[in-house]
């Protein structure tokens, strides 16, 4: 099974930009998909982005539309989720998964079987 590290979280002020990566170790292209979800304080979690491994096509939130912008490193098997013009709301623990069971993803939590252990995003002035 695909093993997922997350980083670059941290503390930006809102209307600031922070990358995220996720490093995917015994990553197969059988996979179907792989993205980005986040889970705030007393929230359930969230999709965020996700892109097909087949096709390359990008799934947003509408809450992060032309704010975030997922891409994939396929030499390396990383994948990054660029978020710019944070807001306090971004404010949650970020997490990287693959799917390997569906194979169209609604990018909603439940289509994805691994997980990473998340890297926390704060937007605080």
Do not use: H
């Not at 980005?36 to 087949?54: D, M, Y």
Request: charged share 20%; with cysteine.
């Amino acid at each position: 099974q695909p093993q997922l590290v997350e980083s670059g979280g941290g503390l930006v002020q809102p209307g600031g930009s922070l990358r995220l990566s996720c490093a995917a170790s015994k990553f197969t292209l059988d996979y179907y998909a792989i993205g980005w979800f986040r889970q705030a304080p007393g929230k359930e979690r969230e999709g965020v982005s996700c892109l097909s491994i087949s096709n390359g096509a990008t799934t947003y939130a509408d809450s992060v539309k032309g704010r975030f912008t997922v891409s994939r490193d396929n030499a390396n098997n990383i994948l990054y989720l660029q978020m710019n013009s944070l807001k306090p709301d971004d404010t949650a623990v970020y997490y990287c998964a693959v799917n390997d069971i569906y194979r169209k993803t609604r990018c909603l939590p439940y289509e994805y079987d691994f997980w990473g252990r998340g890297t926390q995003v704060t937007v605080s002035s």
